[in-house]
């Protein structure tokens, strides 16, 4: 591994996930999926840099 790539960090509990990037990698409302904390969360990568996007909760309908 060079050191314009590398692994990917869960947000959430900080451990590594299966994604590998470079420094060319660009992602755009990726879903990274964390195998150990079972978190799915909505990222974006550019330049090496992940930024977590947002999202509201799912509300549940009453009736």
Do not use: Y
Request: hydrophobic share 30%; proline share 6%.
């Amino acid at each position: 591994m060079t050191e314009n790539e590398g692994w990917l960090l869960c947000p959430t509990c900080g451990n590594k996930t299966r994604v590998k990037i470079r420094s060319d990698t660009v992602l755009e409302n990726f879903p990274l999926f964390c195998p150990k904390c079972k978190q799915e969360t909505l990222i974006n990568v550019q330049q090496m840099n992940m930024s977590v996007i947002k999202e509201p909760d799912a509300k549940t309908q009453s009736r």
